[in-house]
């Protein structure tokens, strides 16, 4: 991500809007009294809005980029996040996280890769308040979970209207009518595990998330396609 190649591909009016903003920020309510910090955060979510800048980025991206350490990427993105981010923002991030990004372990491991050092906070947050902590595999960018607390960050995800919709649309598939939410996830979680065993790591992400994906967007009529036949 070269900086001055994509602001080539800005328009003057945007790049003149956000300037013109920046600008008004740096001197209100005088010239000197933002911090270093804050006009570094401003400036980030400026290149964001007219889309140098992704939402997301990589943090490769930004050291790349702004020729920063690891660390202050991270610690910049987490700080740009915090200003602009909500819970039901963070829960969109999370669903799609659950959707896509999941690899099985020996059957009895989940791992997610996360981006977002903010996300990541968020996700710990979840699971201590569940006492559902990981197995000690926080990395910068990935997290490997026991299905148990995989399932934990499911169910904060949606309401138990949804939870029994949902539980509701796998019993019309062939699961047992007497089993909870968590543990009608947990079956499905293990027999994924036996249908990507042996596959590459693509053929593991495209069967999770044809599979996971309906079940985390609440999708009943998708369900029930995708998990007819699947007992």
């Known amino acids: 991500m070269d900086i001055a190649e994509k602001l080539q591909t800005v328009s003057e009016h945007e790049k003149a809007e956000a300037f013109d903003d920046l600008i008004k920020k740096c001197i209100s309510p005088a010239l000197g009294t933002m911090s270093k ?3 570094e955060i401003l400036l980030i979510l400026k290149l964001q809005e007219i889309k140098v800048i992704e939402k997301n980025p990589e943090i490769y991206d930004m050291v ?3 020729k920063i350490t690891r660390s202050k990427a991270r610690s910049l993105l987490y700080d740009v996040k915090m200003r602009t981010e909500d819970e039901e923002t963070l829960q969109i991030e999370l669903i799609e996280l659950l959707s896509t990004l999941v690899f099985i372990k ?3 491991k989940i791992m ?6 903010y996300l990541i906070d968020y996700i710990k947050s979840i699971l201590k308040k569940q006492k559902q902590i990981s197995d000690g595999s ?4 990935n997290i490997r979970l026991s299905v148990d607390a995989y399932i934990t960050l499911v169910e904060s ?3 138990l209207d949804k939870q029994k919709a949902i539980k509701k649309a796998l019993q019309k598939c062939g699961f047992e009518n007497n089993l909870s939410f968590r543990s009608v996830i947990k079956t499905v979680l293990s027999e994924i595990g036996k249908i990507t065993y042996g596959k590459t790591v693509e053929g593991v992400v495209q069967s999770l998330e044809l599979y996971i994906r309906p079940i985390l967007q609440a999708n009943v009529n998708e369900i029930e396609k995708v998990y007819q036949g699947f007992l």
Do not use: A, W, Y
């Open 37 to 39: 910090r804050e006009f």
């Open 106 to 108: 020996d059957g009895d």
């Open 157 to 159: 995800c949606m309401s």
């Open 64 to 66: 790349s980029s702004f």
């Open 138 to 141: 926080f990395s910068p960018e």
């Open 112 to 117: 997610l890769e996360v981006t977002s050092p």
